[in-house]
């Protein structure tokens, strides 16, 4: 399984971005696909996750109210939309895949994409 993230960038705060994960196959029918982000100095931290099969998001305590989660099943695709950004949410974002049978620990996943750089001004 191959992840490309994208969707990235620069932007000041309160705006949006949406990142999107491609997957080049799933592992499991009811894998999951987990967004994390990490920033420098800190440990990668979990922003959400969906399994493919039952559409139900979850979410880390920074993405609650303000990032959604989604699914395009036909393009084998996962969106993470961003609203009200803030510079605390300046990232690497990574999207990964796998079984995942705890949705919020990175070990859980098989499969990692390169990342996408998320940088918020303020």
């Known amino acids: 399984v191959q992840l490309q993230a994208s969707g990235g960038g620069l932007v000041q705060a309160g705006a949006s971005l949406r990142l999107s994960c491609v997957a080049s196959?799933?592992?499991?029918?009811?894998?999951?696909v987990g967004w994390f982000r990490q920033a420098p100095g800190k440990e990668r931290e979990f922003v959400a996750a969906?399994?493919?099969?039952?559409?139900?998001?979850y979410y880390g305590d920074s993405a609650k109210g303000r990032f959604t989660i989604s699914i395009d099943n036909a393009k084998n695709t996962v969106y993470l939309q961003m609203n009200n950004l803030k510079p605390g949410d300046t990232a690497v974002y990574y999207c990964?895949?796998?079984?995942?049978?705890?949705?919020?620990?990175?070990?859980?996943?098989?499969?990692w994409g390169q990342g996408t750089q998320v940088t918020v001004s303020s």
């Open positions: 990964a895949e796998g079984p995942a049978e705890r949705l919020s620990i990175p070990e859980s996943y098989a499969n």
């Open positions: 196959a799933r592992t499991f029918s009811d894998s999951a």
């Open positions: 969906i399994r493919w099969s039952s559409n139900s998001p």
